[in-house]
């Protein structure tokens, strides 16, 4: 581990390993309890991989009731307990904790309904994002949110960080494609919040749960909203000589009333990376690159097409290409698609930040982050959901050079400081995990985050679900900036961990 | 004293006067904190529009948010407009007008309703009920549309979520939870709202039909097409008279549907529409730009039940079940349209006793859906459950109340006993 530090280890815990391990073996099926080295390895990261810590055990529960027992048996003996989904969090969500039960959720892997007459899919939370789409194409319908590890990660994982892609421009990220869950919360109470009908009464439980990153309850059912397949779908291959012009471009198709299903921006470091690895036939000249695409009826794409392509030449597009067939669309995609794995052949590891910004600071920010390239001697790529504001640098380092990684941390944090600077957020839709827990005091104040810490202390009041995820181990963080630990030891050792 | 301790005790408020009409966040704290410090519940309002929704409850003192009002900034090409919470509706919309842009959840206007003209209220009342419009299923609820905010909690500390950009999953999601929770987790003072461009058209095809079943049937088709709808009702042959308009003489049941976006496709997507559903010419009317907004403003303000007399009920069902609702529903005396493309029940109830709203919450219940008491007789009120809610449910929002408003001084008692 770099300079984070967890919660303190409870020892007794530790020391009864072996009973916890009997104890969970009489609840659910032994075979599901993992408690050999070996076999908890795989559990040791997410994602973000920079960080690894070994889970004290793994459970794997099969229905509700066993997630309900194991939860109020952890609740009662003051275990911790980490929630997991598909491990591919990139902000460290379900990274174990030393003393932790790692809840790994994936034996939860089938649809229970296709309802095409309510027009929903009601699934357990380790079925992927993508095998939700596939279960209904036939019918021509799918489910909208699309992050691009859609083939892999879980959609309770979705619902947990409240995942976006890059159709979140038009269609909303997954809290707007979402009916209603299941969840049980950590002293074992099984509850419903939402359903098939829209909007239940009473409070908004479904919003809260809605990107509380496992804090909150471990999602056991999701039931989200299936839309029909747009007839025609095209998008636009469009070269900018600079980074300003680019961001002027996103800013006037969004006035201009267009809202386009993606919009994404790549500079040119990555449209050049991309394009070595996945030959997609980018402008590898041009400064910055853009993909629109619209999506509707023939007549409907048309004519966003046409002042796309108006827009574009007033601000200057040194190249514009328009898509003449499906294939040559996702040859467009298959470029930005490939962009962590084209990053991860320019360098040994690369840590993609999140941050989100109003689309008019694009160039500024940019600029920015290059400066700050330099002064941290590390390489970066952009990537950006530029429709909706949300930049997704990729900084090239290497994790087994300490002094690497810790200048990707810092470099990080400044761009995410950066972001908040300017009126944006820290993060846009990888959550705040470990990675930017302590960057909380940039955005919130001591009484805004009290605030979120009294709902979490309301449902889980010895902060065993989950913790030292996505707040501030150390409250007192407002003056401090990020935290740094010397010689294992905290600045404020008496200040309470949540 | 320093200059900002000065300015601070000039502001010292007067605390036997019932009604405070604050106009500075400074003024909310510190009642806010009395109350704190005092025990004293307090009853807070934006411009009443919607006070009559939700339980009656007592309070001594009662907070008119209704001078808290202005634009604090919008930003036309970044979609958002931040406001303070007392912000008149209006004022709101006629600003983004200007800009042709538009709050796309429709919120409903309740004022044609209780008082026979229009007062769609403040802000804040809009978000605190949560009440979306005939596009909810295709832009979502308000809460969709709420991209941060500021309150002061029941302890008189001023607190923050969210931002002014989409993507944002910086800590929970609070906008979400302060959306339709009535008034009584926190006084919102501020609030980040996503705006729109309004669609370049809007066209409305109007089906002749006086049957619920088959509008059902319509409705769900076109939802499920790729026209992309943004709008689907049915009203039952004793509204027709209300809808009047120079391409629409037919004065029976209708269902209608909206499509909007640019001009020719929305021709096209009409014409398609059309076709899928298999209707005649003379089945049908095609409402122009002009007469679509009228219709959609007409459904949006609950107008046909104009200074209604008798009981009002918002039923939501998910849109399988609204046929057999309806059916089971029909053997008390009700009046009814049916908006949200299927889910959404606005019923008129001539009588209504504890023992027949019992019965009506039990079907509905049975089809998985949830009733709003949005008008009903005051004797009836006093002992009603205007919300339902499950023990376990009851438990979890307890603790979240306490959590914001820990001594339960905000609306005590307006959403449920004890909450
Ligand atoms: C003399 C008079 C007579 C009336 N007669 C009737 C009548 O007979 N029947 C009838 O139904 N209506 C009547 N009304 C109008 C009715 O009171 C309004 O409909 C009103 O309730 C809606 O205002 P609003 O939309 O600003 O929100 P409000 O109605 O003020 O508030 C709606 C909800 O939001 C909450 N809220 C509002 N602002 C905030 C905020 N900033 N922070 C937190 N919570 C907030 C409130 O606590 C409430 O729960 C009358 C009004 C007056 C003045
Ligand atoms: C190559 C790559 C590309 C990515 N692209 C995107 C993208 O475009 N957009 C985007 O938003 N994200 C993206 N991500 C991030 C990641 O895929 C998402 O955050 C995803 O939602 C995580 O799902 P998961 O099942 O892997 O969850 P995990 O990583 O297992 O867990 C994530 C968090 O959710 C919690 N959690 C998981 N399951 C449950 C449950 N059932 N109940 C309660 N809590 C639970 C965990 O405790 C943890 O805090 C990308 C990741 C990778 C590796």
Same mark, same amino acid.
């Given at each position: 581990?770099?300079?984070?530090?967890?919660?303190?280890? #409870?020892?007794? *815990?530790?020391?009864?390993?072996?009973? *916890?391990?009997?104890?969970?073996?009489?609840?659910?099926?032994?075979?599901?309890?993992?408690?050999?080295? #070996?076999?908890?390895?795989?559990?040791?990261?997410?994602?973000? %991989?920079?960080?690894?810590?070994?889970?004290?055990?793994?459970?794997?529960?099969? !229905?509700?009731?066993?997630?309900?027992?194991?939860?109020?048996?952890?609740?009662?003996?003051?275990?911790?307990?980490?929630?997991?989904?598909?491990?591919?969090?990139?902000?460290?969500?379900?990274?174990?904790?030393?003393?932790?039960?790692?809840?790994?959720?994936?034996?939860?892997?089938?649809?229970?309904?296709?309802?095409?007459?309510?027009?929903?899919?009601?699934?357990?939370?380790?079925?992927?994002?993508?095998?939700? !789409?596939?279960?209904?194409?036939?019918?021509?319908?799918?489910?909208?949110?699309?992050?691009?590890?859609?083939? +892999?990660?879980?959609?309770?994982?979705?619902?947990?960080?409240?995942?976006?892609?890059?159709?979140?421009?038009?269609?909303?990220?997954? %809290?707007?494609?979402?009916?209603?869950?299941?969840?049980?919360?950590?002293?074992?109470?099984? !509850?419903? @919040?939402?359903?098939?009908?829209?909007?239940?009464?009473?409070?908004?439980?479904?919003?809260?749960?809605?990107?509380?990153?496992?804090?909150?309850?471990?999602?056991?059912?999701?039931?989200?909203?299936?839309?029909?397949?747009?007839?025609?779908?095209?998008?636009?291959?469009?070269? @900018?000589?600079? *980074?300003?012009? +680019?961001?002027?471009?996103?800013?006037?198709?969004?006035?201009?009333?267009?809202?386009?299903?993606?919009?994404?921006?790549?500079?040119?470091?990555?449209?050049?990376? %991309?394009?070595?690895?996945?030959?997609?036939?980018?402008?590898?000249?041009?400064?910055?690159?853009?993909?629109?695409?619209?999506?509707?009826?023939?007549?409907?794409?048309?004519?966003?097409?046409?002042?796309?392509?108006? *827009?574009?030449?007033?601000?200057?597009?040194?190249?514009?290409?328009?898509?003449?067939?499906?294939?040559?669309?996702?040859? @467009?995609? +298959?470029?930005?698609?490939?962009?962590?794995?084209?990053?991860?052949?320019?360098?040994?590891?690369?840590?993609?930040?999140?941050?989100?910004?109003?689309?008019?600071?694009?160039?500024?920010? /940019?600029?920015?982050?290059?400066?700050?390239?330099?002064?941290?001697? /590390?390489?970066?790529?952009?990537?950006?959901?530029?429709? #909706?504001?949300?930049?997704?640098?990729?900084?090239?380092?290497?994790?087994?050079?300490?002094?690497?990684?810790?200048?990707?941390?810092?470099?990080?944090? #400044?761009?995410?400081?950066?972001?908040?600077?300017?009126?944006?957020?820290? %993060?846009?839709?990888?959550?705040?995990?470990?990675?930017?827990?302590?960057?909380?005091?940039?955005?919130?104040?001591?009484?805004?985050?009290?605030?979120?810490? !009294?709902?979490?202390?309301?449902?889980?009041?010895?902060?065993?679900?989950?913790?030292?995820?996505?707040?501030?181990? /150390?409250?007192?963080?407002?003056?401090?900036?990020?935290?740094?630990?010397?010689?294992?030891?905290?600045?404020?050792?008496?200040?309470?961990?949540? | 004293?320093?200059?900002?301790?000065?300015?601070?005790?000039?502001?010292?408020?007067?605390?036997?006067?019932?009604?405070?009409?604050?106009?500075?966040?400074?003024?909310?704290?510190?009642?806010?904190?009395?109350?704190?410090?005092?025990?004293?519940?307090?009853?807070?309002? =934006?411009?009443?529009?919607?006070?009559?929704?939700?339980?009656?409850?007592?309070?001594?003192?009662?907070?008119?948010?209704?001078?808290?009002?202005?634009?604090?900034?919008?930003?036309?090409?970044?979609?958002?407009?931040?406001?303070?919470?007392?912000?008149?509706?209006?004022?709101?919309?006629?600003?983004?007008?200007?800009?042709?842009?538009?709050?796309?959840?429709?919120?409903?206007?309740?004022?044609?309703?209780?008082?026979?003209?229009?007062?769609?209220?403040?802000?804040?009342?809009?978000?605190?009920?949560?009440?979306?419009?005939?596009?909810?299923?295709?832009?979502?609820?308000?809460?969709?549309?709420?991209?941060?905010?500021?309150?002061?909690?029941?302890?008189?500390?001023?607190?923050?979520?969210? =931002?002014?950009?989409?993507?944002?999953?910086?800590?929970?999601?609070?906008?979400?939870?302060?959306?339709?929770?009535?008034?009584?987790?926190?006084?919102?003072?501020?609030? &980040?709202?996503?705006?729109?461009?309004?669609?370049?058209?809007?066209?409305?095809?109007?089906?002749?039909? $006086?049957?619920?079943?088959?509008?059902?049937?319509?409705?769900?088709?076109?939802?499920?097409?790729?026209?992309?709808?943004?709008?689907?009702?049915?009203? $039952?042959?004793?509204?027709?008279?209300?809808?009047?308009?120079?391409?629409?003489?037919?004065?029976?049941?209708?269902?209608?549907?909206?499509?909007?976006?640019?001009?020719?496709?929305?021709?096209?997507?009409?014409?398609?529409?059309?076709?899928?559903?298999?209707?005649?010419?003379?089945?049908?009317?095609?409402?122009?730009?002009?007469?679509?907004?009228?219709?959609?403003?007409?459904?949006?303000?609950?107008?046909?039940?104009?200074?209604?007399?008798?009981?009002?009920?918002?039923?939501?069902?998910?849109?399988?079940?609204?046929?057999?609702?309806?059916?089971?529903?029909?053997?008390?005396?009700?009046?009814?349209?049916?908006?949200?493309?299927?889910?959404?029940?606005?019923?008129?109830?001539?009588?209504?006793?504890?023992?027949?709203?019992?019965?009506?919450?039990?079907?509905?219940?049975?089809?998985?859906?949830?009733?709003?008491?949005?008008?009903?007789?005051?004797?009836?009120?006093?002992?009603?459950?205007?919300?339902?809610?499950? $023990?376990?449910?009851?438990?979890? &929002?307890?603790?979240?109340?306490?959590?914001?408003?820990?001594?339960?001084?905000?609306? $005590?008692?307006?959403?449920?006993?004890?909450?």
């Amino acid at each position: 581990m770099s300079t984070l530090q967890m919660p303190k280890v #409870d020892n007794a *815990i530790m020391s009864k390993k072996d009973k *916890i391990a009997l104890d969970l073996r009489g609840i659910i099926n032994s075979k599901n309890v993992l408690s050999n080295p #070996d076999e908890l390895r795989p559990f040791e990261t997410d994602g973000l %991989t920079a960080y690894r810590q070994m889970p004290l055990l793994v459970v794997m529960p099969e !229905t509700v009731e066993e997630v309900s027992q194991i939860l109020k048996y952890c609740n009662e003996n003051k275990v911790k307990v980490v929630p997991r989904g598909a491990g591919t969090g990139l902000s460290g969500g379900s990274m174990p904790l030393e003393d932790c039960v790692l809840m790994a959720m994936g034996k939860f892997n089938k649809i229970i309904e296709i309802d095409y007459e309510n027009r929903c899919v009601v699934t357990q939370p380790c079925v992927t994002n993508l095998a939700i !789409t596939h279960a209904v194409q036939d019918k021509g319908f799918y489910y909208a949110p699309d992050p691009s590890s859609q083939i +892999a990660c879980s959609i309770g994982g979705n619902v947990a960080e409240n995942s976006g892609g890059v159709h979140s421009l038009k269609y909303g990220a997954t %809290t707007n494609n979402l009916l209603g869950i299941e969840v049980v919360l950590m002293d074992g109470t099984i !509850t419903k @919040f939402g359903g098939k009908a829209m909007d239940a009464e009473g409070y908004d439980f479904l919003g809260l749960m809605t990107g509380s990153e496992g804090l909150l309850g471990v999602i056991t059912e999701v039931t989200v909203k299936i839309l029909k397949s747009p007839e025609v779908v095209k998008a636009a291959l469009v070269g @900018f000589p600079s *980074i300003e012009d +680019a961001g002027n471009c996103v800013a006037e198709i969004i006035a201009e009333g267009c809202i386009p299903a993606g919009m994404e921006i790549m500079d040119k470091a990555l449209t050049k990376a %991309t394009n070595d690895y996945s030959k997609a036939g980018y402008p590898t000249d041009a400064e910055a690159m853009m993909i629109v695409e619209f999506d509707g009826t023939e007549h409907e794409v048309e004519a966003y097409i046409q002042k796309t392509k108006k *827009i574009a030449e007033k601000n200057n597009s040194s190249s514009l290409k328009i898509s003449k067939s499906n294939e040559e669309r996702l040859k @467009f995609w +298959a470029g930005r698609k490939a962009a962590f794995p084209a990053c991860g052949v320019l360098a040994p590891d690369y840590m993609c930040m999140d941050g989100s910004i109003p689309r008019g600071k694009l160039a500024e920010v /940019l600029n920015e982050i290059s400066r700050l390239s330099k002064k941290y001697n /590390l390489p970066v790529a952009n990537a950006f959901h530029a429709g #909706d504001g949300n930049l997704h640098p990729l900084i090239m380092f290497d994790a087994n050079d300490k002094e690497s990684l810790r200048k990707c941390e810092e470099f990080g944090a #400044d761009i995410l400081k950066y972001c908040v600077k300017v009126g944006g957020a820290l %993060t846009g839709e990888h959550g705040v995990g470990i990675e930017k827990r302590e960057l909380m005091c940039e955005a919130f104040n001591d009484k805004d985050i009290q605030q979120q810490l !009294t709902i979490k202390v309301a449902l889980d009041p010895n902060s065993l679900l989950n913790p030292g995820k996505v707040y501030p181990i /150390l409250r007192k963080c407002a003056e401090e900036g990020r935290v740094h630990v010397h010689g294992g030891k905290t600045k404020f050792p008496d200040i309470p961990r949540f | 004293m320093s200059m900002e301790e000065k300015q601070n005790s000039q502001t010292s408020l007067d605390f036997n006067q019932n009604i405070f009409k604050p106009t500075s966040r400074e003024e909310i704290v510190e009642i806010v904190k009395t109350c704190y410090r005092k025990n004293i519940p307090l009853e807070i309002n =934006g411009l009443k529009s919607k006070s009559k929704i939700g339980r009656n409850f007592q309070s001594e003192k009662t907070l008119d948010l209704s001078d808290f009002k202005g634009i604090i900034d919008y930003k036309p090409e970044e979609l958002y407009i931040k406001v303070k919470a007392g912000t008149p509706l209006k004022e709101i919309i006629e600003e983004l007008d200007k800009n042709n842009q538009q709050l796309a959840f429709e919120p409903n206007d309740f004022g044609y309703l209780f008082s026979g003209e229009s007062n769609s209220g403040s802000i804040g009342g809009v978000v605190s009920c949560n009440f979306a419009g005939s596009r909810r299923f295709k832009v979502g609820s308000v809460r969709d549309h709420i991209l941060g905010f500021q309150g002061i909690n029941g302890k008189g500390e001023t607190i923050k979520s969210g =931002g002014t950009v989409v993507k944002n999953v910086t800590g929970y999601d609070l906008s979400k939870l302060i959306s339709g929770s009535f008034g009584t987790l926190t006084i919102l003072t501020e609030l &980040s709202i996503k705006v729109l461009p309004k669609p370049e058209t809007s066209k409305t095809l109007i089906i002749k039909n $006086p049957h619920l079943k088959k509008a059902l049937d319509f409705l769900g088709k076109a939802l499920s097409s790729s026209t992309d709808p943004s709008g689907g009702v049915f009203y $039952p042959d004793y509204f027709g008279k209300d809808f009047v308009l120079n391409d629409l003489t037919h004065d029976g049941g209708l269902t209608a549907v909206r499509i909007e976006g640019p001009t020719n496709s929305v021709d096209q997507r009409v014409n398609r529409l059309s076709k899928e559903l298999g209707l005649l010419d003379q089945e049908l009317s095609i409402l122009d730009n002009e007469q679509s907004n009228i219709f959609w403003s007409r459904t949006k303000n609950l107008e046909v039940f104009k200074k209604l007399e008798s009981n009002l009920l918002r039923i939501v069902l998910p849109i399988s079940e609204t046929l057999q609702v309806i059916q089971k529903l029909k053997s008390y005396d009700i009046k009814y349209f049916v908006d949200w493309g299927g889910s959404l029940i606005w019923a008129v109830f001539e009588t209504l006793n504890a023992k027949i709203l019992s019965d009506i919450k039990d079907i509905v219940k049975k089809h998985q859906g949830y009733i709003t008491l949005i008008k009903i007789e005051d004797d009836l009120k006093a002992s009603a459950d205007i919300f339902t809610i499950d $023990p376990i449910k009851y438990k979890i &929002s307890e603790k979240i109340k306490r959590s914001f408003d820990p001594k339960r001084i905000f609306n $005590p008692g307006k959403m449920y006993t004890g909450i």
